[in-house]
């Protein structure tokens, strides 16, 4: 199950903005992070740092989109509410942009409707550390030095509005992705599924505890949905 979300440490130095990566590593997978709070562009600086990323660092959209044309990082993730760009005008130039379309985006914010904005995952503040370290190593899988690695099976939890596949991320698109009912899920589960599970966010307050520890042992990814429901209902089952 998932952890419960840690508060942003805020003795932390601060931090600048950052242009050229931090680890070395030539073949370590870039990450760009577009945030305009000091304090978190340092706490995800160094968080991902110590898991081995290269990391460059912007404070706002415009930025942020200048170095991602310059290094073509291999995963972005993004605050929402900011100065000049905001979250969302950038998310929609990356979209328009064929060179960075392809691009991975994790959606990081404190405002209501973060879930509405497009990216390959969204989740709320305070961050979820455990949670968001894991859905980049999902989201990163194949992607160093380009190579790409074996495509993951993955299960999609459907409800009465079926999920569109161009709402998954490439990574789980590229793979063998079967539409499930929660029972049909669990089954395959039960019967020794191997792979990743995807639970759109909206659907996440349809189901219960048991559902949560049955997939303990399991890569889970949260899909951003269409924010009708209500943050403090899907924290409940967090």
Known sequence: SFAAPMDLPTGTSSASTMHTPTVTDPVAPLVLVVEDDEHVRTYLNQLFQGEGYRVVLASEGQEGLEL???????LITLDLAMPVLDGRQTMALL??????NRIPVIVLSAM??????GGAVAMSKPIDEQR?????RLLLRGRKQGVESEPMPCLVLNGPVP???????EVIRLGEVTYCDQRELMQRVQEGFRGLVTIPTELIASVDRTFWEQLSSL????????GE???ERREEYS
Do not use: C, W, Y
């Open 68 to 74: 991602a044309q310059q290094h073509q990082p291999d």
């Open 219 to 226: 890569d889970v990814l949260i899909l951003p949905g269409t």
């Open 132 to 136: 968001l370290l894991r859905s980049m």
């Open 163 to 169: 999920v569109s596949l161009h709402r998954l991320p």
């Open 229 to 231: 429901e209500s943050l």
């Open 95 to 100: 979209h328009q942009n064929p060179k960075l």
């Open 112 to 117: 209501p409707d973060f879930d509405q904005v």
